[in-house]
């Protein structure tokens, strides 16, 4: 979250104030610190899944417009295939 334009702008995280900011948005979201700071792809399936629901239920609280947070995305994904003959 912290590489999102808007969560980057809205808390400020070049600044400690913002730092913490997002990580008492996360806290409330009950976010474990550990899964807060992995990357999205491997974070357990038990927080992303509730991710979108967990986002739009407390962005008000931290006056977050919740329509330019989650939004439809990809993951590319490349594998090497090696034939032996």
Not at 22 to 39: C, D, Q, W, Y
Not at 41 to 67: G, H, W
Request: net charge positive; charged share 25%.
């Amino acid at each position: 979250m912290a590489h999102s334009h808007t969560i980057a702008s809205k808390f400020a995280i070049w600044k400690e104030q913002g730092k913490r900011k997002l990580k008492t948005f996360l806290a409330r979201m009950g976010v474990p610190i550990r899964e807060s700071s992995v990357n999205y792809n491997v974070m357990k399936s038990e927080f992303r899944e509730r991710f979108p629901e967990l986002i739009e239920e407390y962005a008000s609280e931290f006056q977050l417009d919740f329509e330019n947070l989650v939004f439809a995305s990809f993951s590319r994904v490349c594998y090497l295939t090696l034939y032996l003959f």
